[in-house]
């Protein structure tokens, strides 16, 4: 046990305020939390760096407990190690090795260059992969990046990760596959021998440039470098059709209209998240659920759009061919990414006899490859494990089957005018010329095409705030 006095703290890199579980909701007065505070620091009698994460308030003593033995439990270079613990009263610390950096705090260091931001994020990616590997194959324990905080120690320029709330040593979370998805041509051309110290060097981006793939390039800009927002309460007609991968161009009209443009793409493949295990999945492609067992519940079901890179591989092609330079222009493009559709199953009545829900097979709502459309029914009520002899709505009703409601988000995908000058200046650097479409043909995608004419379609539909894009139809 060190001595709380002889811990040096220096300066606060973060705080954070937590509130006990068991508490319930509280206002500001009679508030129970507590704060754990990060701090560079030195412990007297020693020359190195450590840095301090400090405890203070009802219950820090057993937080400060539990992640103690957590983080006596785990040892890999890429996890926080400690150092040593310290207590006084109703103060109580962790030290760990090294002189700790937040990491977006290390990133804003080089915004400036595209390149290395990249070469960073690769970096990063590499070696949360790392610590995944290990947590799993020792404690049967996924990693969850989106609950931790990511540090860089500055000795090593090693990415350090601090599991906050995400891990505890003797309850894994065994599960099948990672909750997020990490950049799978992360680990690509950059291995442990490669670093991210020294990043000012004059050559570095030269460096950078060589070791990563276009693969790698256009994923991290597509998975961390994007703006990734919803477009709500879907109200297009069923005869709409849904162009995953297409992008479109918002333009400033009345509130509740969007116009769109969009460029024909020639995917032939599309991808669907099947509906949940929960149901049984008959010969059909219909998908039968116990009522009993989706009383009160969502259903959801997603398509993504089909090599989300081709558009981020020739954007610049279209819009030097659209002569666009503004900034304002180049951020009102959009990816439409993502489609979910949302089936709300409302409480079943007790006195309910029992019954099924049948989704329809998911292949229903392609209208042709690439492209989806609405059905206003998904779904329907039956009394026979066979679905045949569907329960009108007023017969659903009547013996306790609640209406299933049909919703649906757009999930639309875009990039400042910054991220598209460093694509620029890579694609450039890897001998493509980037007001062509050379590149996406040597890397296989389909190719966008330019429009022929400048007709928008208009379609009316609820906006989440005056500001926002509505909802739109999407055609071929």
């Given at each position: ?7 040096d ?5 973060h ?8 508490s319930?909701v ?13 701090y ?18 009802h219950?820090?003593e057993?937080?400060?407990?539990q992640e103690?033995e957590k983080?006596?439990a785990?040892?890999h270079?890429?996890v926080?190690?400690l ?7 109703s103060m109580h610390?962790?030290l ?10 290390f990133l804003?260091?080089y915004?400036?260059?595209l390149?290395?931001t990249?070469?960073?994020y690769?970096y990063?990616?590499a070696q ?5 590997d290990?947590?799993?194959s020792n ?12 540090w860089?120690?500055r000795?090593s ?7 906050g709330?995400?891990?505890s ?6 599960i ?16 442990s ?5 020294s990043?000012d060097?004059?050559?570095?981006e030269?460096?950078?440039i060589?070791?990563?793939?276009l693969?790698?390039?256009h ?13 709500s ?8 059709t849904i162009n ?15 116009a769109?443009?969009?460029y024909v ?9 099947p ?21 009160n519940t969502?259903?959801d079901?997603d398509?993504?759009?089909p090599r989300p ?17 503004a900034?304002?222009?180049l951020?009102?493009y ?6 979910q559709?949302h089936?709300t199953?409302p409480?079943?009545?007790e006195?309910a006899?029992?019954g ?5 097979p998911?292949?229903d709502l392609?209208c042709?490859?690439?492209?989806l459309k609405?059905?206003d029914?998904l779904?329907?009520?039956s009394?026979l494990?066979?679905g045949?002899?569907p329960?009108?709505?007023?017969e659903?009703e009547?013996?306790?089957f ?5 919703t649906?988000e757009?999930?639309?995908r ?7 000058a460093?694509?620029?200046?890579f694609?450039?650097a ?11 043909r040597?890397?296989?995608c389909?190719?966008y095409e330019?429009?022929s ?9 609820d906006?989440p ?6 909802d739109?139809?999407?055609t071929?």
């Amino acid at each position: 046990m060190i001595s709380m006095g002889d811990v040096d703290l220096r300066a606060e890199l973060h705080h954070q305020l937590r509130f006990d579980a068991d508490s319930g909701v509280v206002g500001r007065r009679g508030r129970r939390g507590w704060f754990r505070r990060v701090y560079s620091a030195r412990v007297d009698g020693r020359k190195f760096d450590l840095t301090a994460a400090i405890y203070e308030g009802h219950s820090a003593e057993k937080d400060w407990r539990q992640e103690m033995e957590k983080y006596a439990a785990v040892r890999h270079p890429n996890v926080i190690q400690l150092y040593g613990v310290s207590s006084a009263g109703s103060m109580h610390a962790l030290l760990f090795h090294g002189d700790l950096v937040p990491y977006d705090q290390f990133l804003q260091l080089y915004q400036h260059s595209l390149i290395l931001t990249v070469y960073i994020y690769a970096y990063a990616h590499a070696q949360l992969m790392a610590v995944d590997d290990y947590l799993y194959s020792n404690h049967r324990h996924w990693l969850d990046p989106l609950r931790c905080l990511l540090w860089i120690r500055r000795s090593s320029g090693l990415l350090s990760i601090d599991f906050g709330s995400d891990f505890s040593s003797d309850a894994g979370n065994d599960i099948d596959s990672p909750p997020i998805r990490y950049a799978s041509a992360a680990t690509g051309m950059i291995s442990s021998r490669h670093s991210i110290t020294s990043l000012d060097a004059s050559d570095k981006e030269i460096l950078a440039i060589e070791w990563l793939s276009l693969e790698q390039f256009h994923e991290i800009c597509f998975l961390d470098l994007s703006q990734v927002r919803p477009i709500s309460s879907y109200m297009a007609p069923a005869s709409a059709t849904i162009n995953l991968g297409a992008i479109i161009v918002k333009s400033s009209l009345a509130q509740g209209a969007v116009a769109l443009r969009q460029y024909v793409e020639t995917s032939d493949v599309d991808h669907g998240a099947p509906w949940p295990e929960c149901g049984y999945r008959m010969d059909d492609g219909r998908v039968r659920f116990k009522s009993h067992r989706i009383s009160n519940t969502v259903l959801d079901l997603d398509f993504w759009a089909p090599r989300p890179e081709a558009w981020l591989s020739q954007a610049n092609f279209i819009f030097k061919n659209l002569q666009l330079t503004a900034q304002a222009d180049l951020e009102s493009y959009a990816l439409v990414d993502c489609v979910q559709f949302h089936l709300t199953i409302p409480p079943i009545a007790e006195d309910a006899p029992a019954g099924y829900l049948f989704a329809r097979p998911q292949e229903d709502l392609r209208c042709y490859p690439g492209s989806l459309k609405r059905l206003d029914r998904l779904a329907y009520w039956s009394l026979l494990p066979s679905g045949l002899h569907p329960l009108t709505t007023a017969e659903a009703e009547r013996l306790g089957f609640p209406p299933v409601h049909l919703t649906s988000e757009i999930w639309l995908r875009s990039w400042d005018a910054s991220i598209y000058a460093g694509l620029r200046k890579f694609h450039a650097a890897k001998g493509f010329n980037p007001d062509s479409q050379d590149m996406a043909r040597h890397l296989g995608c389909p190719l966008y095409e330019l429009p022929s004419d400048l007709n928008f379609t208009v379609i009316h539909g609820d906006l989440p705030d005056a500001t926002a894009a509505g909802d739109g139809q999407l055609t071929r």
